[in-house]
Nanobody, 115 residues
Framework: QVRLVESGGGLVQAGGSLTLSCVASGSIGSISDMAWYRQAPGKQRELVARITRGGSTNYADSVNGRFTISRDNAKNWVFLQMNSLTPEDTGVYYC?????????WGQGTQVTVSS
């Protein structure tokens, strides 16, 4: 079993920045993809950013150019640097990792952007 612990959420004003962190621990094999998803109130969970083990990334159009995902393969960390935040970025952010054949989810961390 793999356990994910997220941190770094909080309340920030529009235009501000936050960095989310997530660390994986437990019976880790070889983590492939790591990602951040978010879920806004009343909406479905959506992919925000994904990074492969080799460092290839992809982003949701709504965050491209503002958010940066990175990872530390040796220590099983994944980060999400979020800049120029808007109220539309408000939601619960979830860390997701793939350790085939399983994928795992964190408990979520709240990000609230005030206008």
């Amino acid at each position: 079993q793999v356990r994910l612990v997220e941190s770094g959420g909080g309340l920030v004003q529009a235009g501000g920045s936050l960095t989310l962190s997530c660390v994986a621990s437990g019976s880790i094999g070889s983590i492939s993809d790591m990602a951040w998803y978010r879920q806004a109130p009343g909406k479905q969970r959506e992919l925000v950013a994904r990074i492969t083990r080799g460092g290839s990334t992809n982003y949701a159009d709504s965050v491209n150019g503002r958010f940066t995902i990175s990872r530390d393969n040796a220590k099983n960390w994944v980060f999400l640097q979020m800049n120029s935040l808007t109220p539309e970025d408000t939601g619960v952010y979830y860390c997701n990792v793939v350790d085939r054949p399983n994928d795992y989810w964190g408990q979520g961390t709240q990000v609230t952007v005030s206008s």
